[in-house]
């Protein structure tokens, strides 16, 4: 399925306008939602403002030690109980409405006003007795009780009850007349509320855009299907088909692609287009390349038979002189250019004379190839070139090299071998003198031919002292 997915362009396109499309609809959530909450705590604190005022005006701030003495048992405070109670009734957001007074020597609020969850003429015992009763300041607000008392600012803050309730609290200072802190006006919005009015907004917008996205989305993967991915699919379902073994499975290729015939005039049509185009002219200039590829190999193989008869001696399979004068050059750069494990070896041919004044050229001839053999199946790796009638030069590297001892020993002991037979006809009796050569600072390739050379002669010397020669 993965590697479906990673070869399919179609599937890839459509599920990237799938995700952009979500990316597109939560970042747009995400940024109402912000929007939405923070317009909702500005109204919240907007109204806040507005009640505190209120409260403000209707509190008496030279008669705050009375109302904590006597608070119920007074009219005026009643007074401003229903009046508080009315406000709360205006603005039913509101959660919490209560007048404390904040000590920022020794950081406490003390209750003056706390309104219950409705106003009685006959309030229970317990709300009498929070009247007067301090508490401790808690987080967020101790860090602003100097701002509070000071009647600098009003402190708006997010607070979390004991009960897990959330709160948008703000806290409003009341000044006496000569402008000094009596006490503060508080406000609690339930964050609860703004979150599930934010809730039901947020659902009714992803229900919105949840509507609109699957049209746009299923418009737009429809159309890029038709126009792109599915074109394209047809494209590269032709080509997976494709056969290149010969010139007419070529053809049918170009036929096979032309038969999608597509018309699209954007940039797919001319996609489609250039590529018959490009591989109508590749199938013409392979056919041209291999009809000249063809000619090249013929023409090189006769160059090749040409090559071989030059430079090959007419009798034996070894290469003549005018292929040592030429490899005698190569030999001679290696030599510059650092080559030192080489080594020459001339073989002249013992009593060719005698086998042909005897037996004639014919069986002269076959002598000299008998002779070639030996040489031929003792050294296996070296190029062997004939110098004359009866003359061959090796020329020894790698293997050879490393095996030259071994393998002069082996070529002398055959040629002694097969001359020492006296079962066999005089022309099946091979022999040949050899001598040997390895390189020495300063050589050139001929100075090692030199001194093979002078070794084989030296050798010679010896088996016509031994053996005597028709020569």
Known sequence: MIDKFKKSLSLQISLISILSYLALALITVFIVHMRFEDRMIKDYTRMAEGVTNLMAAAYDTERTEEYIERNYSMPEYNDILKYYYSLKENYPDIYYMYIYKFDPVDPHATVIIDLDEEYTDDPPEESIEWIGDTYDVDPPFDSDIYLMT???????????????????????????????????????????????????????????????????????????????????????????????????????????????????????????????????????????????????????????????????????????????????????????????????????????????????????????????????????????????????????????????????????????????????????RYSASVGMAVYNDGDEFRDIIKRADKHMYERKMIFKNEHGSYR
């Open 150 to 428: 000071t009647g600098k600012q009003a402190a708006v803050h997010n607070v979390k009850t004991e009960d897990g309730e959330y709160l948008l609290s703000y806290v409003r200072p009341i000044l006496d007349k000569d402008g000094n802190y009596a006490c503060s006006a508080c406000v609690d919005f339930s964050m609860n509320h703004i979150h599930q009015q934010d809730r039901e907004f947020i659902y009714q917008l992803i229900s919105i855009l949840a509507v609109f996205l699957l049209l746009i989305l299923g418009g737009n993967i429809y159309y890029i299907r038709n126009k792109v991915t599915h074109p394209l699919d047809r494209i590269s379902s032709c080509i997976d088909s494709f056969v290149y073994e010969t010139e007419a499975s070529r053809f049918q290729n170009v036929q096979r692609l032309e038969a999608l015939d597509f018309r699209q005039e954007d940039e797919i049509g001319v996609l489609y287009n250039s590529f018959v185009s490009n591989l109508k002219e590749s199938l013409y200039y392979m056919s041209n390349f291999n009809k000249a590829k063809d000619e090249i190999v013929e023409k090189e193989n006769e160059i090749e038979k040409i090559s071989q008869k030059t430079y090959t001696d007419g009798l034996t399979p070894a290469k003549n002189k005018a292929a040592y004068l030429d490899d005698e050059i190569v030999y001679d750069i290696k030599i510059k250019n650092g080559l030192k494990d080489i080594a020459t070896v001339m073989v002249d041919i013992n009593n060719l004379k005698y086998v042909n004044d005897t037996f004639g050229h014919d069986v002269g001839d076959k002598y000299i190839l008998g002779c070639y053999d030996i040489i031929q199946d003792t050294y296996k790796n070296s190029p062997i070139y004939r110098m004359g009638g009866d003359e061959f030069l090796l020329v020894l590297t790698e293997k050879d090299y490393e095996d030259r001892d071994q393998l002069f020993e082996d070529i002398t002991t055959k040629y002694q071998q097969c001359y020492d037979n006296e079962e066999k006809e005089p022309y099946e």
